[in-house]
């Protein structure tokens, strides 16, 4: 008999359906397996399963923010406003459990005669695709640490199991305008200091500012390793 598993959403909008406040998987039959076969099956079903729930809680996330933001049909440019729904269209997100495709809400403003995605106020600029921070570090950790950008990638869809989720070259473009932006970074943070005529003109960290810290869990418990 099949057992399920269900994750549910409390105080989920109305204006979300109901498959997209819950969800329901089915649980591998485990009885018949012994041994490493066990194992395996266990810890597959359970790797599977899981990154089906992290896809729904980040695809859930996004709708409701996406649900607010166009609520308040707010076009940037007040006054003379006049913003009306205009379809939703899909948004391509690369994150560390898959690539997913969301249906993002459109808008238009009759005063001002354009088209804007309401979501993009608080979205990190992007060409269609968006690629989250997570995944564009571990690019950069799986390309420096390899002789070439296909093994790089190679490595980084066997350790994430995911063999679609960039491509060498998406990933070679991206290992590559993090490097240009750290290097342009590097370079006029030496400029300051050359100006600098006295110490309290020098920029205290060559580093780029981040509102809030993104070290993760496991980061610190390495670094405290080997401190
Ligand atoms: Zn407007």
Same mark, same amino acid.
């Given at each position: 008999? !099949?057992?399920?598993?269900?994750?549910?959403?409390?105080?989920?909008?109305?204006?979300?359906?109901?498959?997209?406040?819950?969800?329901?998987?089915?649980?591998?039959?485990?009885?018949?397996?012994?041994?490493?076969?066990?194992?395996?099956?266990?810890?597959?079903?359970?790797?599977?399963?899981?990154?089906?729930?992290?896809?729904?809680?980040?695809?859930?996330?996004?709708?409701?923010?996406?649900?607010?933001?166009?609520?308040?049909?707010?076009?940037?440019?007040?006054?003379?406003?006049?913003?009306?729904?205009?379809?939703?269209?899909?948004?391509?997100?690369? !994150?560390?459990?898959?690539?997913?495709?969301?249906?993002?809400?459109?808008?238009?403003?009759?005063?001002?005669?354009?088209?804007?995605?309401?979501?993009?106020?608080?979205?990190?600029?992007?060409?269609?695709?968006? !690629?989250?921070?997570?995944?564009?570090?571990?690019?950069?950790?799986?390309?420096?640490?390899?002789?070439?950008?296909?093994?790089?990638?190679?490595?980084?869809?066997?350790?994430?199991?995911?063999?679609?989720?960039?491509?060498?070259?998406?990933?070679?473009?991206?290992?590559?305008?993090?490097?240009?932006?750290?290097?342009?970074?590097?370079?006029?943070?030496?400029?300051?200091?050359?100006?600098?005529?006295?110490?309290?003109?020098?920029?205290?960290?060559?580093?780029?500012?981040?509102?809030?810290?993104?070290?993760?869990?496991?980061?610190?418990?390495?670094?405290?390793?080997?401190?």
């Amino acid at each position: 008999m !099949t057992k399920w598993m269900i994750v549910q959403i409390t105080e989920a909008p109305l204006e979300l359906n109901d498959d997209e406040h819950s969800l329901c998987l089915p649980i591998a039959d485990v009885e018949q397996a012994t041994g490493d076969e066990l194992l395996n099956l266990i810890e597959t079903d359970a790797y599977e399963q899981g990154k089906q729930v992290q896809q729904f809680l980040f695809i859930n996330h996004i709708k409701r923010l996406d649900v607010t933001i166009s609520e308040q049909r707010s076009h940037d440019k007040e006054p003379d406003c006049q913003v009306i729904f205009d379809g939703k269209d899909p948004l391509t997100f690369i !994150t560390r459990f898959g690539a997913m495709g969301i249906a993002i809400q459109q808008a238009h403003c009759k005063g001002h005669k354009q088209d804007f995605t309401p979501l993009n106020k608080i979205l990190p600029p992007h060409q269609g695709i968006i !690629t989250t921070p997570a995944v564009q570090e571990l690019s950069c950790l799986f390309a420096a640490m390899c002789p070439s950008y296909e093994l790089g990638n190679q490595l980084l869809a066997i350790a994430l199991q995911e063999p679609k989720l960039l491509s060498t070259s998406k990933s070679e473009r991206l290992v590559e305008s993090h490097a240009k932006s750290v290097r342009q970074q590097e370079l006029s943070v030496a400029n300051e200091i050359l100006k600098a005529t006295q110490e309290t003109e020098i920029p205290s960290l060559p580093l780029q500012a981040s509102p809030t810290p993104r070290r993760s869990r496991l980061g610190d418990e390495l670094l405290e390793r080997v401190s």
